[in-house]
């Protein structure tokens, strides 16, 4: 059976995945601000799959007929001059989630919850994924730095995004 310390360790993360929702909606805002409009769009669909990560554990939360408790979700708004600079604080976001995420797989091994560890093992997956493509736009952005058409043709790649439900992935 589920314990209360990890109820509550994934109430908290569950905040996380609405908070990395609403940063990469302020970021496709700042985005779409400033000229970027694929980018816009790719931050739109990050978006999205921070809800369906957020989703995920909330119905996993409901199964475990936990008490779910919803909490406050800071805003974020985007100051910066540079788009690379707004996808390397992503990135970074990116990484505390994974530290975050392994944390709570630490926990479940530890309780040996082996349900909540399975779950997170996705979670986990996920993270080596969400970093390899940040990772990927920041060197792309900063291998063309200034250039106009360089950053055109990197916000129209972006912006041939789709929303491919991440819980669907092989
Ligand atoms: Fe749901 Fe990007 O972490």
């Known amino acids: 059976m589920i314990k ?30 400033n000229g970027f409009n694929g980018c816009a769009k790719w931050f739109n669909l990050q978006y999205q799959e921070e809800i369906v990560h957020a989703m995920k554990l909330f119905r996993y939360l409901e199964e475990q007929n936990a008490n779910i408790k919803l909490k406050d979700i800071k805003a974020l708004n985007v100051k910066s001059d540079s788009i690379v600079e707004v996808f390397k604080s992503a990135y970074k976001h990116e990484q505390k989630m994974t530290k975050a995420l392994n944390n709570l797989s630490d926990l479940a091994m530890k309780q040996k919850d082996h349900a909540t560890y399975s779950l997170l093992q996705w979670y986990i997956n996920e993270q080596v994924e969400e970093e390899a493509l940040f990772n990927e736009i920041i060197d792309k952005l900063e291998m063309v730095g200034n250039d106009g058409y360089g950053l055109y043709s990197i916000d129209q790649e972006l912006g041939s995004r789709v929303f491919v439900d991440p819980t669907t992935k092989a």
């Open 4 to 33: 209360k310390e990890m109820i509550q360790a994934l109430n908290n993360q569950l905040n996380k995945e609405f908070h990395s929702a609403y940063i990469y909606l302020g970021m496709s805002a700042y985005a779409s601000a």
